[in-house]
């Protein structure tokens, strides 16, 4: 099945700090993949549209500056949190469909990175 | 535009009994619609889904859910819960295209006691 890998599994840094995540699709190509957020005990929340080669959607209120995304190839998207603060603590999580396949297959999610900013 | 509400935040079933999450959907075009699990500190794993096809539709792990658009609901159901099934589960709707969005329900967190 679609494999969805999503690296770190989980980073702990310090306030101020720059942090990258990687979603990789292993076995098939993603025009378009899927960033999340996901509070405690709450629902995910899409952050963004990542589109391979072209820039990124944004959902309204999520700050573009804050939450840079590049999608540079068909199997590879990255979300960089740029100067973290504490209330960026969360778990976020990718998603990417499968390209080559009708519209009606489902997301394949990563495993998600859990980010804790002290 | 789509949304889908999950009622019911918290489930808890006996081992061996009847499980029912219940999802109501709204949607502007003829939806897709999905069940994902959710376990503790992972990503979501997909249990079934809806693509217009066949109503009642079987997913991994015994469960299925069946359409009734007259209700515009999704619910899903497992004739026997096991220990194994406690978790988050979420129910979302999309439209058609690669690049369409999944919106989400709130959750329901399903507790299988002994």
Not at chain 1, 65 to 90: G, M, R, W, Y
Not at chain 2, 12 to 26: F, H, I, T
Not at chain 2, 35 to 51: R, S
């Amino acid at each position: 099945g679609a494999v969805v890998s999503q690296h770190p599994s989980r980073v702990i840094c310090k306030s101020g700090t720059s942090v990258k995540i990687e979603c990789r699709s292993l076995d098939f190509q993603a025009t378009t993949m899927f960033w999340y957020r996901q509070f405690p005990k709450q629902s995910l929340m899409l952050m963004a549209t990542s589109n391979e080669g072209s820039k990124a959607t944004y959902e309204q209120g999520v700050e573009k500056d804050k939450f840079l995304i590049n999608h540079a190839s068909l199997t590879l998207s990255t979300l960089t949190v740029t100067s973290a603060h504490p209330e960026d603590s969360s778990f976020y999580i990718c998603s990417a469909r499968d390209s080559g396949t009708t519209s009606n297959q489902p997301q394949h999610f990563g495993d998600g990175t859990r980010l804790s900013i002290l | 535009a789509q949304s889908v509400t999950q009622l019911g935040s918290h489930v808890s079933v006996s081992e061996g009994a009847l499980v029912l999450l219940r999802c109501n959907y709204s949607s502007s075009v003829p939806p897709y619609l999905f069940w994902y699990v959710q376990y503790p500190n992972q990503g979501l794993q997909l249990l079934l889904k809806y693509t217009s096809a066949a109503t009642l539709v079987k997913g991994i792990n015994g469960f299925e859910a069946e359409f009734k658009k007259s209700e515009t609901s999704f619910h899903l159901t497992k004739p026997s819960a096991h220990m194994s099934d406690a978790a988050e589960y979420f129910c979302a709707v999309s439209g058609a295209g690669t690049a369409s969005k999944l919106t989400f329900g709130t959750g329901t967190r399903l507790q299988v006691t002994l």
